[in-house]
């Protein structure tokens, strides 16, 4: 059996918090969470996850993408954003900020898992450009 994909969830709402939980628990994924983007990237470098969701409140404003592209400077780990918002424009002006996927409200479980699925399959990495071991610098 492949071991668990880890996650980490950055979301400060406690019950979207465990929405994603119970949604993704059941599959082959260790979910960690943290309620500030700033002490994300500190646990996102210790905890070197496999992949990263990121809850976007307000996709209109910036202070999430600063947490994105400091991410992004640290590793090439897939990073999805879980947008708090049904606007399909909402949903492009993430994507064109750098997230390998963008889902809206309401969020399905199973098309983010089949996501983190793809983006987290092991000869992903490679064709990403990424390299497995030691992609957190």
Do not use: K
């Not at 059941?26 to 994300?40: C, H, I, K």
């Not at 999430?64 to 708090?84: C, D």
């Not at 750098?98 to 969020?107: I, K, N, R, T």
Request: aromatic content about 6%; some cysteine; hydrophobic content about 45%.
């Amino acid at each position: 059996m492949a071991s668990r994909r880890r996650v980490l969830l950055i979301c400060h709402e406690p019950s979207l918090m465990l929405d994603v939980f119970s949604q993704l628990g059941p599959q082959d994924y260790e979910l960690f969470a943290t309620p500030d983007p700033r002490s994300a990237i500190r646990q996102a470098y210790d905890l070197q996850p496999d992949a990263v969701l990121m809850v976007v409140d307000n996709p209109q404003a910036n202070e999430w993408a600063a947490s994105l592209q400091a991410l992004r400077s640290l590793s090439s780990v897939p990073i999805i954003a879980l947008a708090n918002s049904v606007r399909e424009a909402d949903r492009q002006r993430v994507i064109e900020t750098g997230v390998d996927a963008c889902y809206l409200q309401p969020f399905d479980g199973q098309a983010v898992a089949a996501q983190l699925d793809v983006l987290t399959w092991p000869g992903r990495a490679a064709q990403r450009g990424a390299v497995r071991t030691g992609r957190w610098a």
